[in-house]
């Protein structure tokens, strides 16, 4: 009789002691965002071993025990690489489908678009003016309208390059964002190896370094491994930010031009190498890649901003080409002291460095009437010859310049070979499938991540209700050995004092 | 697979959350009336519905185009019924004047109605509506018939009674307005088409038959008045017949378009509206979801093992 059987008992209460806090531990963080549920693994201790405190010489030894050697956490690292690689792709696919249903909401066609009612009206009103070119009002109607057109374009375009301005924002925020997720992992990552020197699992701060690897996979694509040692290192499309303790913070230059409106101050996302030279990061996914697509986008297949605005600004172009045109080609009514007179731009042309008029300068943003159309109704030449007020003809109703301006809202062939409002259209319907598109896309990332999520769950979350026979499987575990103590207190009891008494 | 607590509370917010949007979705139908609340609901279907969008909002311009041009047309009509019915009180009175048993005063009497009614077709010439001459071709601010020194009768300043290339532009000059896709009409009429030109002149002829009746012409001089005059009555209902035609294509045109109109009106609504019967049974049937989904949940989240064990 030794106490090797106290011994035995001994472990049982403490390890049922760990067990039950354990559980403990699980169930009090059962709705902690990113807790991994953590296991004993326990190892039963060897009769004859160099751990084991007795060497037992004689044959049918037993074991000393149960131990717990670690506290482990149950997670899939497969589960967490796919899960990451979706989170990136989500987030890329929230931030389009976020901007581009703004974007479908200005262009709304199905409801009272601003920009659709104000081609109708300037139309409108230029066949109101074939019947009646001498009226003020109605001259007037048709100088307003065309300028509430011009105001309305302007409108959309600076709503558009405000938005694109925003995008280039946000990739600054998103890029600091990054940085600073790169600094906290990298003291975790000093913080986890220094704690798993002393041979324990470092399990909480596991997790909350994993709970900063899956916002930052939002964020942009990011690869990561953890090698033999422990060390973590996470690079960005090839080029590394965070080595164990080290980080390297990614740069937001700002000297880029934006796409189509030639905004300065464009940031692009660089990384300083080894030589102190700043090297382009090219990643693709997540939010940041989100945000560049939209301010850079210039393709019907790859829509952004810049396309939008590019489509606005052939619309300005064509408007002012094909009304200049027109109204130059026709007679002004005379009124005063002004007489009949051609050459008058309807729109207004900016002049190239030489001073020539040079329609490539026009824009959305910028197009207005010309100062002549702006301040003197009367020089919307609605006439084919010249009108005057004293000859035997006036000539006053001669509208056929006014019929050739008026051809031009209907006409089907005005900009690219289709009218002006069938242009408006197929913008909006392409923005319309554009953006479709992208929800379509998101519905489908968040299925998958909602998948994969509950995959994780199934493995990493705590059951309440598996805690709790734990708990109990522990609890009765205690109270054994609390038993199996009293037995052989008794035992050795009987032994100590109630032997050898014969003859006392 | 484990279930883990999470896992069912997740799915469940997850589910009742997609309960929710299906029902927001029907009750923002029901609201507004619309199937479609922005593009990307139905970007094909919002092709169809925007193009009838663009051809209501030009028919509605159309419409009133042949409206205003079947009222200039009518101005018009007007004006050839009061020449028609000079040119028929002349006749009668050229007739009674040719005769021999016309007495002197009488025959002053007739002069001095031909007078007037000369002076009439000058000023029906001169129609004005809304401050704009009707029958001027171009020249809608200033008279375009007007009186030389001599007394002849100026169109535009040029003589009427004297063909010349001039004369014959401005013969050519009417207005037109866009009724239709690629489609004009002319809606005005011409002065000379209205008075008639050159010897046809019914100014002329009438003014030159007062001044035959004043200056003492015989009855066969009045005589030879009688076929002009009748010659241009018929060429007056020769141009009313045919600005007739133009107000039924007119009429014609304003039909098609309210028929149009229905069309367009028709297919925008199929694509944008919603079928209220519809809309309601998907509201009835998401609700009904919604309910079931809370009660079920309830008695999911809430026991656990706890309860169970003493």
């Known amino acids: 009789m030794s106490f090797y059987g106290l011994e035995i008992a001994k472990s049982a209460l403490s390890l049922s002691q760990k067990g039950m806090n354990l559980a403990g531990q699980n169930i009090a963080n059962a709705a902690t965002e990113g807790y991994t549920r953590q296991r004993l693994n326990i190892v039963s ?36 690489s796919a899960l990451r690689k979706e989170y990136s792709s989500q987030g890329q696919w929230d931030t389009r489908a976020t901007e581009m249903k703004y974007l479908e909401s200005l262009f709304d066609e199905t409801s009272t678009s601003l920009l659709s009612k104000s081609f109708t009206n300037f139309f409108d009103s230029l066949q109101e003016l074939t019947e009646d070119t001498v009226s003020k009002e109605i001259r007037t109607n048709v100088q307003q309208d065309a300028l509430t057109l011009t105001q309305t374009l302007n409108s959309y375009y600076s709503q558009l390059s405000d938005l694109q301005s925003q995008m280039n924002e946000s990739i600054k925020t998103t890029v600091d964002r990054i940085n600073e997720i790169s600094k906290s992992i990298a003291d975790y990552n000093k913080s986890i190896y220094t704690y798993e020197m002393t041979g324990e699992n470092a399990n909480d701060l596991r997790d909350k370094r994993n709970l900063l690897l899956d916002e930052l996979s939002k964020l942009v694509d990011t690869q990561y491994s953890e090698d033999s040692d422990g060390k973590l290192s996470v690079s960005v499309a090839g080029n590394t930010i965070v080595n164990h303790g080290n980080y390297t913070e990614l740069t937001a230059v700002a000297d880029q031009t934006g796409v189509v409106s030639g905004t300065t101050g464009f940031y692009r996302v660089c990384i300083e190498d080894a030589d102190g030279n700043l090297t382009n990061v090219a990643y693709t996914d997540g939010s940041l890649a989100g945000y560049k697509q939209l301010r850079d986008g210039n393709t019907a297949d790859d829509m952004g901003i810049p396309y939008l605005m590019d489509k606005l600004n052939t619309l300005a172009r064509g408007l002012a080409q094909q009304f200049n045109a027109v109204n130059k080609a026709g007679y002004t009514m005379p009124h005063d002291a002004e007489a009949s007179v051609q050459n008058i731009n309807f729109f207004k042309v900016p002049l190239d460095g030489d001073g020539d008029e040079d329609y490539s300068l026009i824009t959305a943003g910028n197009l207005t009437l010309s100062d002549e159309v702006k301040n003197d109704p009367y020089k919307i030449a609605a006439s084919s010859d010249p009108v005057n007020l004293s000859a035997d003809n006036t000539n006053t109703g001669n509208n056929e310049n006014a019929l050739k301006l008026a051809a031009l809202g209907t006409s089907a062939s005005a900009i690219e070979g289709t009218g002006f409002e069938a242009y408006l259209k197929n913008i909006a319907v392409g923005l319309g499938i554009s953006s479709a598109h992208c929800s379509n896309m998101l519905a489908g990332e968040d299925s998958l991540v909602s998948n994969l999520e509950n995959r994780k769950e199934a493995v990493s979350g705590v059951s309440t209700d598996e805690e709790i026979i734990e708990l109990m499987k ?31 | 697979m484990r279930i883990t607590t999470n896992m069912i509370s997740n799915s469940y917010l997850t589910n009742l959350n997609t309960n929710l949007s299906a029902l927001n979705l029907y009750q923002t139908q029901l609201s507004t009336g619309k199937r479609i609340t922005k593009l990307s609901d139905d970007p094909v279907g919002v092709l169809g519905s925007m193009d009838a969008r663009v051809k209501l909002a030009r028919l509605t311009q159309y419409q009133k ?9 009518k101005s018009a009509e007007t004006a050839l019924n009061e020449l028609n019915s000079s040119l028929q009180t002349a006749y009668e009175r050229a007739l009674q004047a040719s005769t021999d048993t016309v007495s002197d005063s009488d025959r002053a009497a007739i002069a001095e109605e031909i007078k007037q009614l000369r002076d009439n077709v000058l000023s029906v010439g001169n129609t004005k509506v809304s401050n704009r001459y009707l029958f001027g071709g171009y020249n809608s601010t200033s008279a375009p018939f007007t009186l030389n020194a001599d007394g002849d009768l100026l169109y535009n300043g040029l003589d009427v009674s004297v063909d010349s290339p001039a004369l014959q532009a401005e013969a050519e000059q009417s207005t037109s307005v866009e009724l239709g896709y690629d489609m004009t009409m002319q809606v005005s009429v011409n002065g000379l088409e209205l008075l008639g030109s050159g010897s046809g002149n019914i100014y002329n002829l009438l003014n030159n038959l007062y001044h035959t009746l004043t200056e003492g012409g015989s009855a066969s001089d009045i005589e030879a008045y009688v076929t002009p005059l009748q010659t241009a009555q018929s060429d007056v209902l020769a141009n009313l017949s045919e600005i007739g ?66």
Request: aromatic share 8%.
């Open chain 1, 45 to 80: 201790i060897e009769p004859v071993s160099l751990s084991g405190r007795y060497l037992a010489l004689s044959v049918g030894a037993v074991g000393g025990g149960a131990t717990a050697t670690s506290v482990d956490q149950i997670r899939s690292a497969y589960i967490d």
């Open chain 1, 474 to 504: 522990y609890q009765h575990m205690y109270n054994a050995a609390s038993r199996i103590i009293n037995a052989i207190d008794s035992a050795l009891d009987k032994l100590i004092n109630e032997t050898g008494m014969v003859g006392r």
């Open chain 2, 245 to 310: 035609g133009r107000s039924n294509r007119l009429d014609l045109l304003s039909n098609r378009y309210a028929e149009d109109e229905l069309n367009y009106t028709q297919v925008k609504s199929d694509v944008e509206d919603v079928d209220q019967a519809e809309a309601i049974m998907n509201y009835k049937m998401s609700e009904t979801v919604y309910l079931f989904a809370l009660k079920v949940g309830s008695s999911i989240i809430q026991p656990s093992l706890v309860d169970y064990l003493k």
């Open chain 2, 65 to 73: 185009n042949v409206d205003s041009a079947k009222d200039a047309l």
